[in-house]
């Protein structure tokens, strides 16, 4: 027998406000407005419900409260949640240290899994640093921790900046 459906509902804002601000602001700006909720966050981080928490230049934290509605079929979180905070905060790292109108994009991300998550681990945190910063590509590397400091998985991401062509008009 199944048992009854649980429901979540969750809202987010204008990610083109967020988007529009990168040509305007430093990285480190539109990073610390980000966290301050002055700028809507990015969609992803209201669907898995996790948060940016702090911001330093080439450092950034962003942590999340596992639910059920994280898990994969066999119990617990699954592996794209840890992903996808692990690539946001080794992402986000580099972004607060570009300047203004400069994008970026992963181009590859490496993760190792090290410690199940499930609802009694507690809330976890997803800690990213720069670890070079290049003219076209950037290294960064993140670590996803307990609330007992046990770390639960690595990444490390390939970085590529994306720069404003000399001459291009900006939209």
Same mark, same amino acid.
């Given at each position: 027998?199944? @048992?009854?459906?649980? @429901?979540? &509902?969750?809202?987010?804002?204008?990610?083109?406000?967020?988007?529009?601000? #990168?040509? !305007?602001?430093? /990285?480190?700006? $539109?990073?610390?407005?980000?966290?301050?909720?002055?700028?809507?966050?990015?969609?992803? *981080?209201?669907? $898995? +419900?996790? &948060? $940016?928490? @702090? #911001?330093?230049? /080439?450092? #950034?934290?962003?942590?999340?409260?596992?639910?059920? %509605?994280?898990?994969?079929?066999? +119990?617990?979180?699954?592996?794209?949640?840890? =992903?996808?905070?692990?690539?946001? =905060?080794? +992402?986000?790292?580099?972004?607060?240290?570009?300047?203004?109108?400069?994008?970026?994009?992963?181009?590859?991300?490496?993760?190792? %899994?090290?410690?199940?998550? !499930? #609802?009694?681990? /507690?809330?976890?945190? *997803?800690?990213?640093?720069?670890?070079?910063?290049?003219?076209?590509?950037?290294? *960064? @590397?993140?670590?996803?921790?307990?609330?007992?400091?046990?770390?639960?998985?690595?990444?490390?991401?390939?970085? $590529?900046?994306?720069?404003?062509?000399?001459?291009? =008009?900006?939209?």
């Amino acid at each position: 027998m199944i @048992e009854p459906t649980r @429901e979540r &509902t969750y809202s987010w804002g204008d990610p083109s406000l967020s988007a529009g601000a #990168v040509r !305007t602001s430093a /990285g480190l700006e $539109l990073m610390q407005a980000l966290a301050r909720g002055e700028l809507p966050g990015a969609p992803i *981080a209201a669907t $898995l +419900g996790f &948060t $940016l928490d @702090e #911001v330093e230049p /080439g450092r #950034v934290q962003f942590s999340v409260e596992p639910g059920e %509605f994280h898990y994969n079929p066999i +119990g617990s979180v699954h592996g794209g949640v840890y =992903a996808t905070l692990l690539d946001s =905060a080794t +992402g986000c790292a580099v972004h607060t240290m570009l300047p203004a109108g400069v994008g970026y994009t992963s181009l590859d991300l490496t993760v190792k %899994f090290l410690r199940a998550i !499930t #609802v009694g681990t /507690g809330r976890v945190r *997803a800690l990213g640093t720069v670890t070079h910063l290049g003219g076209r590509t950037a290294l *960064a @590397e993140a670590r996803l921790l307990d609330g007992a400091d046990r770390l639960l998985a690595t990444a490390v991401s390939s970085i $590529l900046l994306i720069r404003p062509q000399p001459g291009a =008009a900006v939209s």
